[in-house]
């Protein structure tokens, strides 16, 4: 049975929230480790799989660059950035530069993929489908870009395109961390602090603008995480 405990952080800062990423991220491996070591010394012992966690947050504003970044997409100074209130971390997933915040979901899926599939790249195609399917309920047509991670608006018109959702994760022993960045009502003006994801070609949008109303973090969160449960096929659990 694949059990994952879902947990909405509302607004939290980029900091603490990746501390506490990181302290799930290490006891669903720990946990891991000890049922591995547990059955290698008893086959016949009763030790229960890691509990997978999906952490939905919003963040103030902050720029962060993953581990094969350049930080050169940062295209203002540290001062301006501290002029506007947006901090700026180098972590450690996968991707280049991202801005995260008021009105962007971010979802942070803590997976051990070994329940579900040992295949990041069909696990990226999944949360990529979740953001898609969620787009689709509220009539906005996205899709993919061969050759580039993300969901998009106008696939087809070339540098017309514009990125919807960014991703970065990272997998360590098939358990995931970070996730993806989901613009749902967000000032697009911060992502002229940077180059996105180091694409300069295209643009990006967000589900209010392509809809032209304001949309509410609230009201998306639900759908997406059916979504997610659906593609993922995990039954919820209540957090320890």
């Given amino acids: 049975m694949r059990q994952l405990a879902f947990e909405d952080l509302g607004t939290m800062r980029y900091k603490p929230c990746w501390d506490y ?6 006891s ?30 919003e963040h103030p ?37 991202t801005y995260h915040g008021p009105g962007q979901l971010v979802a942070y899926p803590i997976l051990d993929l070994d329940q579900f599939f040992t295949d990041i790249h069909k696990y990226l195609r999944f949360l990529e ?24 608006v106008d696939v087809e018109a070339g540098k017309g395109a514009r990125k919807i959702c ?3 994760v990272k997998c360590s022993r098939w358990v995931t961390m970070h996730g ?22 295209k643009g990006v949008t967000s589900l209010s603008k392509e809809v032209g109303r304001n949309i509410p973090l609230e009201e998306v969160k639900p759908l997406l995480k059916t979504h997610l449960q659906n593609l993922f096929q995990w039954d919820e659990v209540t957090a320890s």
């Fill in 129 to 152: 489908e979740a953001i898609i399917r969620t787009c689709a309920d509220f009539g906005v047509e996205a899709g993919r870009i061969k050759g580039q991670t993300g969901v998009w």
């Fill in 61 to 97: 504003h902050v720029l962060t660059l993953g581990k094969s970044g350049d930080a050169g997409n940062v295209i203002v100074s540290p001062a301006r950035l501290a002029e506007l209130g947006v901090d700026y971390f180098p972590i450690n997933r996968g991707g280049d530069i």
């Fill in 180 to 201: 993806l960045a989901f613009n749902v009502d967000s000032d697009l003006n911060f992502f002229d602090l940077i180059i996105p994801c180091g694409i300069s070609d």
């Fill in 28 to 57: 669903v491996i720990d946990h891991k480790i000890a049922r591995r070591d547990a059955l290698s010394a008893d086959p016949k012992a009763e030790r229960p799989l890691p509990t997978s966690r999906l952490l939905f947050v």
């Fill in 166 to 168: 960014a991703f970065g």
């Fill in 21 to 26: 990423q990181e302290a799930v991220f290490k």
